[in-house]
């Protein structure tokens, strides 16, 4: 290769790795974290991990052959080196982009990929499975996952640890860099801090072990004899590992941003063939100091690095201080996404009353529960996508005890740039098969404020959604009506149909609305911000359509099956009421957004199909 050109450019497959030079390679390193500052601080994503493992990830793809080994990042957030490495360089501009790059792995989109993620604590249980798979099928390859500390602190990930076979050729890197996107919490992150403390005994490890390989011919039976004496040896002097005591192969610390220390723990891992773990240590936003410094804010940043706007999170945030000021039972937990979820002010105000729990919802809401039943006022905030692993939790030890406990559900809508692994569209399906958990759907600050007040007070179960955004300006559009169901227009009788919809993508039903009256076609729309119970919206509807044979179109950024379209159609019935309805919402959850067009377009739900639909209902095709 000609070591005047730029390395990475010479780079179009991890096949092109094999034959460079140490120095190539680290200088590859240099180009790489250059790369990616440039392009991630304009195209958005995330940066701070992704610097973190620049030198790991050239290491694995150096060392192992992809991808018939299999490459698992838990996940999948830091897998922008890898995707540069893989062929994909050509299109990274693309990456988060509508009908561009996933910014996670992804199984659809490379052959490197080999299995998708978005969501914590996946990849030990998918390695294990890669590698059962392997051993069955008589496969040599090796299996690596790839697990930030923080994910460690789900439950997930230590179930699988419990059910590995060491014989299997499966290494399982613990890349510590000490934050998740919230800092690290519990047992777990404590029981790091002591293997750091303790360089001598790795040392030793090392050392006593390629000693004893050399002796000849009775050398490594003698190694696997002593080892049961080793570990004895090893607990007096220095108490327990905990992946030791599990069974596992235990190497490193490692510094991770080190090409060729972690290089060389990765060849005598592979050397091993059995199940390893590797512990390494790495800087998260290594070599760009902004990040270095603030990890938290480069975690995940908007296109041309602009700062957040002002959103329901920050001001939910803001509410639960302001209310925590009177109400000394009030307390608030999150599984890792302090920051995220606009609490961390709450967390320094009131310290003994926030609880980080780590990536843990299922124990989250179990524990809120706990406090719930307690005489505490405990406050879960979540996103919605997260909510999902809670599911059992919620009916079992939330709703079917009835106990009070508030769970706001953040990032409630479309993730435009995370993709299908983050959206929230799932949750009024799955809420409204549940009893006793009303759900409210703020449009603006002032019914946020409502909604959360009459949830606290309320003495039962209740959760709250708003979406990753500011309030929309055409909420004043509203104007008639009561909370929790307004509307727009002043007679809804003369109208030729009747929007019904909640959140954020009114924003579209107001575009349609327009659209419309261009034609003659006069619409209503009524905005719901109380979707559950049933009951309450189909009253509410009921006796506003009284009167009127206009039809009705609920619109929802949501799944249509089991949405809440499909539970107040059931329930208009219910109640007599004639108006024909019709649905749009989301059919297809998993789609991939198509090259040009928005998000909400590609699903179908933009005010053009909502337009379309609306003249169908009223005979105006």
């Known amino acids: 290769m000609n070591m005047n050109e730029s390395v990475l450019e010479q780079i179009h497959s991890p096949a092109d790795l094999k034959a460079m030079s140490d120095e190539q390679l680290i200088r590859l390193c240099g180009e790489l974290r250059s790369y990616l500052v440039t392009h991630v601080t304009e195209t958005g994503g995330h940066l701070a991990s992704n610097l973190g493992v620049v030198e790991l990830t050239v290491a694995l793809h150096q060392v192992f052959d992809t991808p018939t080994d299999h490459l698992i990042f838990d996940v999948g957030h830091q897998c922008y080196v890898h995707k540069l490495l893989t062929g994909r360089r050509d299109r990274f501009d693309t990456i988060r982009a509508p009908g561009g790059l996933s910014g996670f792995t992804k199984r659809s989109e490379s052959l490197y990929d080999p299995f998708g993620a978005g969501h914590s604590s996946t990849s030990v249980s998918a390695a294990l499975g890669f590698a059962e798979a392997d051993k069955l099928t008589g496969s040599d390859a090796y299996t690596i996952a790839i697990v930030g500390d923080g994910a460690f602190t789900g439950g997930l990930v230590h179930e699988a640890l419990n059910n590995i076979d060491r014989t299997l050729p499966l290494l399982i890197i613990l890349n510590e860099n000490e934050m998740s996107i919230s800092p690290t919490r519990g047992r777990f992150a404590e029981h790091l801090a002591k293997l750091r403390r303790s360089p001598r005994y790795h040392k030793t490890k090392k050392a006593t072990r390629r000693l004893i390989r050399k002796i000849p011919l009775v050398g490594e039976p003698m190694f696997r004899g002593i080892r049961g004496v080793k570990q ?156 999902q692993r809670g599911y059992d939790n919620l009916i079992h030890d939330i709703a079917l005890q009835d106990l009070p406990v508030t769970v706001c559900i953040d990032r409630a809508g479309l993730a435009a740039g995370d993709g299908p692994t983050h959206h929230g569209i799932f949750d009024v399906a799955f809420l409204g098969q549940i009893p006793n958990l009303p759900l409210w759907a703020p449009a603006d600050f002032d019914s946020l404020a409502r909604a959360l007040a009459d949830s606290l007070d309320s003495g039962h179960p209740a959760c709250v959604r708003y979406p990753n955004a500011a309030p929309s300006p055409v909420g004043a559009t509203f104007p008639y009506g009561e909370y929790p169901f307004r509307h727009d227009r002043e007679n809804i009788a003369v109208n030729d149909c009747v929007i019904v919809t909640y959140g954020r993508i009114f924003d579209e039903a107001v575009k349609a609305r327009n659209l419309l009256s261009e034609e003659n076609i006069t619409c209503t729309i009524v905005l719901l911000e109380q979707l559950l119970p049933i009951s309450a919206p189909a009253d509410a509807l009921a006796g506003l359509l009284a009167g009127t044979s206009a039809p009705v179109l609920v619109l929802e950024e949501g799944i249509k099956a089991g949405g809440l379209g499909m539970l107040l159609r059931e329930a208009l019935l219910e109640r007599g009421t004639p108006n024909p309805l019709g649905i749009v919402a989301i059919e297809d959850p998993f789609a991939t957004t198509q090259t040009g067009c928005t998000i909400r377009a590609s699903m179908g739900i933009d005010a053009e199909a909502i337009a379309t639909r609306v003249r169908r209902l009223t005979g105006n095709t």
């Open 232 to 387: 004895a040896t090893k607990n007096f002097f220095f108490k327990s590992n905990y992946f030791e005591d599990m069974g596992l192969y235990y190497l490193g610390p490692v510094d991770g941003n080190d090409f060729v220390a972690v290089r060389d723990m990765l060849r005598e891992a592979r050397s091993e063939r059995q199940a390893i773990i590797l512990h390494i240590k790495t800087i998260k936003g290594k070599g760009y100091a902004p990040a270095e410094v603030s990890p938290n804010r480069y975690h995940g940043i908007l296109p041309g690095n602009k700062a957040p706007a002002y959103n329901f999170s920050a001001e939910a945030g803001k509410l639960l201080c302001q209310r925590a000021g009177t109400d000394e039972k009030l307390c608030v937990i999150t599984a890792a996404m302090a920051e995220g979820c606009g609490i961390a002010d709450f967390a320094k105000q009131y310290p003994d009353r926030f609880f980080d729990v780590g990536i843990a919802e299922e124990h989250a809401l179990v524990f809120a529960a706990g406090l719930a039943a307690e005489g505490l006022r405990p406050v879960f905030t979540v996103y919605s996508t997260f909510l």
